[in-house]
């Protein structure tokens, strides 16, 4: 498990130096102030997980699936706010 919270952190690290760029390049065009909507793009990634983690989570709870399926379905749930901040 430890291997697939360091790509998720890898995952996040490469996404977040994107979005600063884009930020970056949002703010050069708009003359040193960029528009709120520039911040969204991590949202785009980080919107949809927890919803995403929760429906898959949800049906964990019947007892013929494996206890490593319902640890699995918590990830993307704990990840989303990491991209959407």
């Not at 130096?17 to 390049?25: E, M």
């Not at 980080?46 to 007892?63: I, K, Y």
Request: aromatic fraction near 16%; glycine fraction near 8%; charge should be positive.
């Amino acid at each position: 498990m430890h291997i697939l919270s360091s790509l998720a952190d890898l995952f996040s690290l490469s996404l977040r130096l994107a979005v600063s760029y884009l930020y970056d390049r949002a703010t050069a065009q708009n003359g040193g102030i960029a528009r709120p909507e520039a911040r969204l793009y991590s949202a785009l990634v980080g919107g949809p997980l927890l919803p995403l983690g929760l429906w898959w989570f949800s049906w964990t709870q019947f007892g013929n699936v494996h206890w490593i399926v319902s640890f699995l379905a918590r990830r993307p749930k704990f990840l989303s706010p990491r991209f959407s901040c």
